[in-house]
């Protein structure tokens, strides 16, 4: 009998050990699952709440109230111009809407520079910026990029006509870096397609303005397309048919003053004779 209860205690004893080794061993797994989960706690980035279109939006339509929703987005890459509040977005009232500029796509934040202020349309007049005007430049297929300007593009303005000075034909480059606004009735920036336009309406100060009108009076204007990445300044250029040609102007000789010859003249019977003599010097 004594032997029966010292084996069972042997054994409630080493069942209890074991008990213990597989309860410590949880514990160290459920200790390492919370350090996992802290650490990942940590690594997770904060987020804010914007607006962003509940669908697919193109330029020229309206944002009402139906077409927005709340999304979350990372705080860190937040970009510049998002709308965080219903207030921002529609900011003077209900009536008074947005319209798209530029296409988004659904679940796009709202930003911006992609859509009017409130209450204006898409036109040229959202597009320019402060003291700056439109001017229309009439373009054709040659002048015009072969149709491949587009809304947002930049050009360089070259004028061809006929010198005051001589009546001799030159093209010179009179603006740099001018922005197209509109193409035709066209104002949209993200449109790609090529087509021949005939007037092409490009954002201007005053004072360009009126050097493009006088210039567009007087002769012909041909616009040459900028890189979107080129930043540098064209200089002043200049070309007339003489340069084209390669024609240098040879000089001319100076002509040679003619040696001075004095004379007398004399009575020699009937004949008057004129006979040379040293000319007299001042």
């Keep these: 009998m004594r032997a029966v209860f010292g084996l069972v205690l042997v054994v409630g004893v080493a069942l209890a050990g074991f008990a213990v080794y597989m309860v410590q061993g949880y514990f160290e797994q459920q200790r390492a699952v919370l350090v996992r989960q802290q650490q990942a706690i940590n690594q997770v980035i904060p987020t804010v709440d914007v607006y962003a ?24 890459f937040l970009p510049a111009g998002v709308f965080k509040t219903e207030e921002e977005l529609f900011s003077k009232g209900p009536d008074e809407l947005r319209v798209v500029l530029r296409p988004m796509e659904a679940n796009e934040p709202i930003l911006a520079v992609k859509v009017t ?46 010198s005051a000075g001589n009546g001799t034909g030159i093209t010179k480059l009179i603006e740099t870096s001018i922005k197209i606004v509109a193409v035709d009735q066209t104002a949209d920036a993200n449109y790609s397609g090529a087509s021949i336009a005939r007037t092409v309406t490009v954002e201007a100060t005053p004072q360009q303005v009126a ?27 200049e070309v007339d048919q003489r340069t084209l040609l390669g024609i240098v102007d040879t000089p001319t000789a100076a002509a040679t003053p003619e040696a001075k010859v004095c004379t007398i003249k004399t009575r020699r019977g009937a004949d008057e004779v004129e006979v040379p003599i040293p000319c007299a010097t001042n």
């Design 211 to 237: 050097s493009l009108a006088q210039a567009q009076s007087t002769g012909n204007l041909s616009l040459s397309l900028v890189g979107s990445e080129d930043d540098t300044v064209a200089s002043a250029t």
């Design 53 to 76: 279109v509940k669908r697919d939006m193109v330029y020229g339509e309206r944002i009402t109230k139906d077409d927005i929703q709340v999304i979350k987005y990372a705080e860190p």
């Design 117 to 162: 202020e409130p209450g204006e349309d898409a036109g040229i007049t959202s597009r320019l910026g402060r003291g700056m005007r439109a001017f229309a430049i009439k373009v054709d297929v040659s002048s015009g990029v072969s149709g491949f300007l587009r809304p947002g593009d930049t050009v360089d303005v070259y004028w061809t006509g006929q």
